[in-house]
């Protein structure tokens, strides 16, 4: 297996495990990390996400597959399956991740989902009926980027 190969099962296995600390180690300083929620955040701000994912999750069970990369770019599938807290609804997020590497770490990293689909499940009927709206998205952004800016590690 390709060490930028590894390098993403040790992210996914730390995940797993709650170790935000051990997926954070796998990330270049600089890292840069899009997804649907949280958009564009970069070093520090991309880590914390990872921090306040991991402590905030409580039932929270990673299953990644289709692992593949060479020296420069890489590739996953992961689903997450969690009970979204501010709803206590059961979510199953389905995710295509992407990669770049520099120096033996991971300094771009773009996860890909349908957010109306997670919506669906994480809103429940809100969602089914308006989470395809860009105001109601609009909003699950804001409530995750306030969320992120009162999390202390």
Known sequence: MHPNAELIQRFYAAFAQRDSAAM??????????HDPVF???????????????????????????????????GRAR???????????????NRIDASFGFKDGKIAKHQDRFDLYRW??????????????LPPVQAAVRKQAAQGLRAFKD
């Open 24 to 33: 954070n180690a796998c990330y270049a300083p600089d890292v840069e990390f």
């Open 39 to 73: 958009q564009t955040l970069r070093g520090d701000d991309a880590r914390r996400m990872w921090s306040m994912l991991c402590a905030r999750a409580k039932d929270l069970k990673i299953v990644v597959s289709g692992i593949e990369a060479d020296d420069r770019l």
């Open 78 to 92: 992961w689903v997450a399956t969690y009970t979204f807290a501010a709803t206590g609804h059961h979510v199953e």
């Open 119 to 132: 919506a669906r499940q994480a809103l429940g009927l809100k969602g089914l009926l308006l989470g395809w």
